[in-house]
C-alpha cells in the first residue's frame, strides 16, 4: 500500500500563491505516476497536473497551464504543486493521487490507485 498525505492548502487572495505538498510513504516503488485533482462544490474531480514519478514528463490542463507547476521527488517520495497567479475559480479541495499505471500521464480519476486526504485551497476576489 502507499498512502499519501498533503499539506500546505489555505485561503488566499487572487493573485496569490500557494505551495501544495504531497508526501508519500510506505511501497512507493509501485508509484508510476502522481497526479494532482480538484473538487469544487457540486463538480466532479477534475484533474489538474500529473507529472512522471522519475520526474521528467508533465501535464496541465488549459486552465492552469503557465501557472501551476508540478514535481516530483522520487528520492524523498514526494510531490509539490506550485499555483501562482491564482483566481477565484481555483478554489477546491485539492488531492494528491498516485498511479501504479506506466506510459501516458492518465487523466481520469479511475486510473490513480492511491489517494490523499485532500487540502482545501480557497482563492477570494
Known sequence: QVQLVESGGGLV???GSVRLSCAA???TSRISTVGW???A???EREFV???SWSGGRTK???SVKGRFTISADNIKNTSHLQMNSLKPEDTAVYYCA???QWGNIPTPA???DYWGQGTQVTVSS
Do not use: H, L, V
Open 13 to 15: 487572495q487572487a493573485g
Open 25 to 27: 510513504s510506505g511501497r
Open 37 to 39: 485533482f480538484r473538487q
Open 41 to 43: 462544490p457540486g463538480k
Open 49 to 51: 497536473a500529473g507529472t
Open 60 to 62: 496541465y490542463i488549459d
Open 98 to 100: 498516485a498511479s501504479r
Open 110 to 112: 479511475r486510473a490513480y
